[in-house]
Structure formats: structure tokens, C-alpha cells
């Protein structure tokens, strides 16, 4: 049976630059950059301790520049959306929306990566 998603996938412009903001902004684990042969890697990451990862993918696949830049259909969880939200702010994160009650009963932030790719982040 199903257990659990593998991974996701996020169109990028530059992998170097998604592994920067999602390492060194996010905070995320970088768990593989693999050649796949020239001039294409295999890049994923992933919250600390998480299952599921990111694929930043470039190259490959169904990969084209008009996909890089669009909201990405993630919703991230925090524990304490307040402070993450100042942490990641604080970091050169930028939000477009700063955490927010939502009328369904949690709160929301939004935020986009180095290319402009959309992000919600949802918590109490």
C-alpha cells in the first residue's frame, strides 16, 4: 500500500540558487545533487526529518521556462507559524502575505523562492 509521497517537483532557474534559498533560507536538508549527465543534476531537499522532498528540477522532464515562477500547489506546516515566519523574514525570505487568520481556523503566510515560485505555509 501507498505509505507516504516521495517527493514533489519545483521548476528552477538555477539550481545553485534554489539549493541557497531552500538550505540557507528555509532551512531545509540538501539530500542528493547527482549528476544525471551533462549538464543535468538530480537535486532534492527536504525539512529536517521529513519524508517527503523537493525535486528542484532543471533540464529535464517536462522542465521549460514558462513553468519556473508559478505557484507550486505546496502548503508547508508550522509549529509556530509566528516565529518561523520572523525567522525566514529575517533570513531575505519574502512574503506576500505575513501570517493571517484564516476563516477555516489556521493561519497562513505566503512566500516565494529565488524564482518566484509560490509557497503557502499554514499554522496556529
Known amino acids: 500500500m501507498i505509505t ?13 540558487k534554489a539549493i541557497d534559498f531552500y538550505v540557507n533560507k ?41 513553468q519556473v515562477g508559478k505557484f507550486s500547489r505546496i502548503v508547508f506546516n508550522a509549529e509556530d507559524i509566528e516565529a518561523t515566519y520572523e525567522v525566514l523574514r529575517d533570513r531575505g525570505v519574502q512574503f506576500s502575505e505575513p501570517p493571517t487568520a484564516q476563516p477555516w481556523g489556521m493561519t497562513q503566510a505566503l512566500f516565494a523562492d529565488q524564482d518566484n515560485n509560490g509557497y503557502v505555509m499554514v499554522g496556529q
Open 26 to 66: 528555509l532551512g531545509f536538508e540538501l539530500r542528493s545533487d547527482t549528476s544525471m549527465g551533462e549538464n543535468m543534476r538530480w537535486v532534492t531537499v527536504a525539512p529536517p526529518g521529513a519524508p517527503t522532498e523537493i525535486v528542484l528540477a532543471k533540464g529535464y522532464g517536462d522542465w521549460s521556462e514558462e
Open 4 to 16: 507516504h509521497v516521495q517527493s514533489v517537483t519545483v521548476f528552477v532557474s538555477d539550481q545553485d
